[in-house]
């Protein structure tokens, strides 16, 4: 079986190569799955880099997301020919790997690019939407990033619920794109960011969700209705976070992190199972999706990655350590 890796943190496209391994004998109670699809996504090119809150021993399999199919089990578990979301740990750019069989979900035949990216983004968008302020039919919601995975997502599903999304972004070109992807309004982010939103909107935001940090924190908090909540759940910027006394003193702004990790850990199975089926759900219906700008096989690992941090993409990129079958 073939496997990316790194063996030193850096630029991802630099220090991943591939590596020929054995395929690992089944113990009982393990499943071997081969994998059709997994996307790279900026948390796998943070990891690699070393500045991401887990980091395993190097030599370290790379890719923490994807769909596969089972192929081989010893003792109980899912049928071969299952489709299933691979779990964490992070090895998911490979042809196959091995797993606990309890910690696979199976999902519905469906789109094996959409599945492939469920377990990460769109969970993340949900759990944003759904852990901090309850929400309203009409509310206002302020995000940076919209026109990321992420943010994407996070405008279909407020969508769905009659939730009103004011997005920003980085730059005047990804205007259209986030309003033609559900946006009530855009805007681009700059020193009077909270005029223009005060400006346009008919009432504040009650929650704001930022994956830029560094000044855009600040700027989106001072958005914010008083007793607002603003999640930070990413720092593309590279910068740290800053923030207003203003914000907090007198409009009682809040400020919560949020990692998918620490959900993993915290959630009970059932409860992941239902957040993932609520949102295959809307896959299989056709409410929930990404754009997808290319797929790459495995041996072009350097080149996906070197595509992807290039960034002016027109949507996530994928890999497909089998080709292009979804068998």
């Known amino acids: 079986m073939k496997q990316a890796i790194y063996k030193t943190h850096g630029n991802a496209a630099e220090v991943?190569?591939?590596?020929?391994?054995?395929?690992?004998?089944l113990a009982p109670g393990e499943t071997r799955v081969k994998i059709l699809r997994a996307p790279i996504n900026p948390s796998d090119v943070f990891q690699i880099a070393g500045q991401y809150g887990i980091q395993p021993p190097l030599p370290a399999p790379a890719g923490m997301e994807g769909i596969g199919?089972?192929?081989?089990v010893n003792g109980e578990g899912l049928p071969a020919g299952t489709l299933v979301l691979l779990p964490e740990p992070p090895g998911t750019w490979a042809t196959e790997k091995v797993f606990a069989s309890r910690t696979l979900v199976p999902v519905p035949e469906a789109d094996i690019d959409q599945?492939?990216?469920?377990?990460?983004?769109?969970?993340?968008?949900?759990?944003?939407?759904?852990?901090?302020?309850?929400?309203?039919e009409g509310d206002w919601l302020i995000q940076s990033a919209a026109n990321s995975a992420v943010g994407r997502y996070v405008t279909q599903l407020?969508?769905?619920?009659?939730?009103?999304?004011?997005?920003v972004v980085r730059r005047e070109s990804a205007i259209a794109d986030v309003?033609?992807?559900?946006?009530?309004?855009?805007?681009?982010?700059?020193?009077?960011?909270?005029e223009r939103v005060a400006a346009e909107l008919d009432e504040a935001p009650v929650l704001a969700l930022d994956a830029v940090a560094g000044k855009t924190l600040g700027r989106l908090a001072?958005?914010?209705?008083?007793?607002?909540?603003?999640?930070?759940y990413g720092g593309m910027s590279g910068e740290n976070a800053t923030l207003s006394d203003a914000s907090v003193i007198f409009k009682n702004v809040s400020i919560r992190g949020f990692w998918l990790v620490h959900w993993f850990q915290n959630s009970s199975r059932d409860e992941q199972q239902r957040v993932y089926a609520e949102l295959t759900a809307l896959i299989l219906e056709g409410k929930l999706n990404a754009p997808v700008d290319r797929v790459f096989p495995l041996e072009d690992i350097k080149e996906a990655l070197a595509y992807t941090m290039k960034g002016e993409r027109a949507g996530k990129v994928l890999?497909?350590?089998?080709?292009?079958?979804?068998?």
């Open 158 to 167: 407020a969508k769905a619920r009659g939730i009103r999304v004011a997005s």
């Open 16 to 25: 991943i190569e591939i590596a020929e391994r054995e395929p690992q004998p």
């Open 69 to 72: 199919r089972v192929s081989e």
């Open 179 to 194: 309003i033609e992807a559900g946006a009530d309004v855009a805007f681009v982010d700059g020193l009077d960011l909270a």
């Open 319 to 327: 890999i497909a350590p089998n080709g292009l079958s979804s068998r």
């Open 115 to 136: 599945l492939s990216m469920i377990s990460v983004n769109p969970a993340t968008a949900y759990l944003l939407l759904t852990q901090y302020v309850s929400l309203q």
């Open 222 to 232: 001072a958005t914010l209705a008083p007793n607002g909540i603003a999640v930070l």
